[in-house]
């Protein structure tokens, strides 16, 4: 148990799916040695089989009771996908084609099935959905180790790799339910997002919410009432955590997107009280408290429209960059 935790919100009604944040975690931490499968951050459209591919349904967390699950271990080639390079020499030599295709024969990748969504026209949906290591409460990754590699930090309860323990056994993997530890084949030995803790340790936040261009991501800590990580998740509890029911109490938190706009009829004029986005699947996602959230949401977002104060509303909209992190103070 550690002392203080640090957290993450995420606010998807804000999320453009520009992989800012993927390419600010993966040119700092991951294209090198071993590590270039590996996305710490990966944005995917939901519904979606996501990355790795139906990671959703891949095991490990806990049931009810506190038991660890059975899980397994995604496939290097069809659940996470051999990074692939374009025939870019064939292209622009002087070989007969004007094809640009990948140089090998990918089945799976990150974001194979980007956009596609579910729904039918004119009523079709999607969203983006950001996925970094949530720093679990209770991780399923740390229980899953046989060697006490994997520990919680006290200070901000980051969660990290022991290197000089890991035997590479990739329990872990099987036991993280989000399938956000990852295998290094060159090291053997088992890798993961660090919330960036180098920065933190200097008072910045990690690389992706620092670059994330929709200002969609707040880092704070749990107990501090004045952060807006606080306000969103206990005060206003907008924040979700994703698949509540794995059992492993993510520190990662979302805000759902439930302010997508109505479905339209047959003539293009809007059904009023309609959903876009189905509340089951944002149920499914984010647990029974998706419902109240939207309320507030909607009732606050109202209040803005009529101009009145929304201290909700200041938040989510992030005039001021800074104030979205608050971790020096600390
Ligand atoms: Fe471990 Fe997975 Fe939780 Fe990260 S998300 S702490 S890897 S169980
Ligand atoms: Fe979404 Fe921000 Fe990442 Fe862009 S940088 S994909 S807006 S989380």
Redesign the pocket.
């Known amino acids: 148990m550690s002392k203080r935790q640090l957290a993450m919100v995420m606010d998807l009604n804000k999320c453009i799916g520009c992989q800012t944040c993927t390419v600010a975690c993966k040119t700092q931490w991951t294209n090198r040695n071993g590590r270039e499968y590996m996305y710490w951050n990966n944005v995917e459209t939901q519904p979606g089989a996501g990355y790795p591919r139906n990671w959703m349904e891949a095991g490990?967390?806990f049931d009810e009771n506190g038991n660890l699950q059975d899980g397994i271990i995604p496939d290097m080639v069809l659940d996470y996908g051999v990074p692939w390079d374009y025939n870019h020499d064939e292209l622009f030599g002087n070989a007969d084609t004007d094809i640009l295709q990948p140089d090998s024969d990918p089945v799976w990748g990150p974001n194979w099935d980007e956009d596609v969504g579910a729904g039918d026209w004119p009523n079709s949906y999607y969203f983006y959905l950001p996925r970094i290591?949530?720093?679990?409460s209770n991780?399923?990754?740390?229980a899953a180790c046989p060697r006490d590699a994997?520990f919680k930090r006290e200070q901000d309860g980051i969660?990290l790799v022991d290197l000089d323990r890991c035997q590479g056994y990739r329990y872990?993997i099987a036991?993280?339910?989000?399938?956000?530890?990852y295998f290094n084949p060159k090291l053997s030995k088992s890798e993961?997002?660090i919330f960036c803790f180098p920065r933190i340790e200097r008072g910045l936040p990690p690389a992706c919410a620092h670059q994330c261009v929709g200002r969609i991501r707040f880092v704070g800590f749990l107990d501090d009432e004045e952060s807006q990580v606080y306000k969103l998740v206990h005060k206003y509890k907008v924040a979700l955590p994703l698949r509540p029911d794995f059992g492993?109490q993510?520190n990662v938190y979302y805000v759902p997107p439930v302010l997508a706009p109505p479905q339209i009829d047959e003539s293009g004029a809007p059904i009023e009280g309609s959903e876009r986005i189905p509340m089951e699947f944002l149920e499914k996602l984010f647990g029974p408290g998706v419902h109240e959230a939207a309320k507030t949401l909607k009732a606050e977002m109202e209040k803005r429209k009529r101009g009145e104060e929304s201290e909700l509303m200041d938040i989510l909209i992030a005039y001021n960059h800074k104030d979205m992190f608050r971790l020096d103070e600390n």
């Open positions: 490990g967390g290591c949530n720093h679990c991780p399923g990754c740390l994997i969660v872990c036991g993280c339910p989000y399938k956000k530890i993961k997002c492993t993510p």
